[in-house]
């Protein structure tokens, strides 16, 4: 998911005026990865960031995954729709195979690693087949035990393939209905789903309710508001008027995302582990959120490029941005088990190596296989499409 180069706005063009580059949506990639790092440092590192801080959002960092889910929604909404309007016949296959290409091979590098560096006891358990086929098949967040059972935020990525399987079916629809109805539906699915999540995790004490309720309430039809409302502000686009200022009523975009993330801030601190419990937190504060997460994208899509210097590392942020999304729990297990470390010294040490094994599997991994994916010659640099 880099920056999006994409058709909009009619069959085969873009709105006038619009490079068709967003590259603000890498800002918030990165921004999104590092954090669910500082988030695990917190769970698991035992790192102390009042909430009060400066760093204070880290305490909810594990929104981070929403605002992937919504970044997702928008970068295929204008990935499918380029390929989709494309001359080219067999949309769905190269939609496919730039997917797996884009998911896959870190996927599988970092759960094998996690399996022989981090955790090799996996190796000797009963279940241990069945472990390693339903992570390969992208199936194991639908299953409580093996929900994050090989390197914790993998469980994610379960159900981003799940929802690239239903965007194959659904895709030419939502492309065509409006944003509106867009939103509409999902939020039906959503309500739906976490009535019944709620129903499910009520008569549960607290503890094992949180659990339960954040392993049924983050399956695909739980969360498919969240990826329709980052679908909705790229489908926004498609009804800028012609020569309109991306940049232009920027400003209350900005006011409207800081409001709907600080009643989101508001309800979590409120609700605290009956986030996954109570109705108030799995309908109200997960709408806050929402509401939030789109307000970002859609701001992203309309703020004019920053200054080539930023603009680089942006991108660079950007490109790491999955690589720090997967290597970083694995790497603050192993740092934990050196006691002399104290926790400010273990975050750095997690931030350094994750951003060192991100850069690398970017430059020896992810982008070869991106390249190959876009048909791209051995070295060549080919121009970036959405959602690659």
């Not at 701001?299 to 720090?324: C, F, H, T």
Request: net charge positive; proline share 5%; hydrophobic share 55%.
């Amino acid at each position: 998911m880099s920056e999006a180069e994409a058709g909009q706005g009619g069959r085969g063009t873009r709105p006038p005026g619009d490079s068709g580059h967003y590259l603000w949506l890498d800002a918030l990639r990165a921004f999104a990865a590092l954090s669910v790092l500082g988030y695990h440092l917190i769970v698991m590192g035992g790192l102390e960031v009042p909430v009060s801080s400066i760093g204070g959002w880290l305490n909810f960092g594990f929104l981070g995954v929403d605002l992937f889910f919504a970044l997702s929604g928008a970068v295929m909404v204008i990935s499918t729709r380029r390929l989709i309007d494309s001359p080219a016949d067999g949309w769905r296959m190269t939609f496919t195979r730039r997917r797996l290409a884009r998911i896959v091979p870190l996927y599988l590098a970092s759960c094998v690693l996690f399996l022989l560096v981090v955790e090799p006891f996996r190796l000797q358990q009963d279940d241990a087949l069945w472990n390693l086929a339903s992570h390969a098949l992208f199936l194991h967040n639908l299953f409580p035990s093996l929900h994050g059972a090989l390197n914790g935020p993998s469980w994610s990525l379960g159900v981003e393939m799940q929802f690239y399987a239903l965007l194959l079916l659904i895709a030419p629809w939502a492309l065509r209905v409006s944003p509106a109805w867009l939103l509409i539906s999902a939020a039906l699915v959503s309500v739906a789903w976490r009535l019944v999540v709620f129903n499910a995790v009520a008569p549960m004490d607290e503890a094992q309710g949180a659990g339960h309720g954040f392993f049924l309430a983050t399956q695909l039809p739980g969360v498919m508001l969240s990826f329709a409302g980052g679908a909705a502000a790229a489908r926004l686009l498609e009804h800028r008027r012609p020569g309109s200022d991306r940049a232009s009523n920027s400003a209350w975009i900005a006011l409207l995302a800081l409001l709907a993330w600080g009643a989101a801030g508001a309800a979590l601190l409120h609700l605290q582990a009956g986030y996954w419990t109570r109705l108030a937190g799995l309908l109200g504060a997960y709408a806050a959120v929402c509401v939030a997460t789109s307000i970002s994208i859609w701001l992203a899509l309309r703020l004019p490029a920053p200054p080539r210097r930023l603009a680089a590392l942006i991108r660079g942020a950007g490109n790491l941005s999955y690589g720090i999304y997967l290597w970083h729990a694995g790497v603050i297990l192993l740092l934990l088990r050196l006691p002399v470390l104290s926790k400010p010294a273990l975050a750095l040490a997690c931030l350094g190596i994750t951003l060192a094994l991100s850069w690398t599997s970017w430059r020896l991994l992810e982008r070869p296989c991106l390249r190959w994916a876009r048909g791209s010659p051995s070295g060549a640099t080919a121009p970036r499409q959405a959602g690659t």
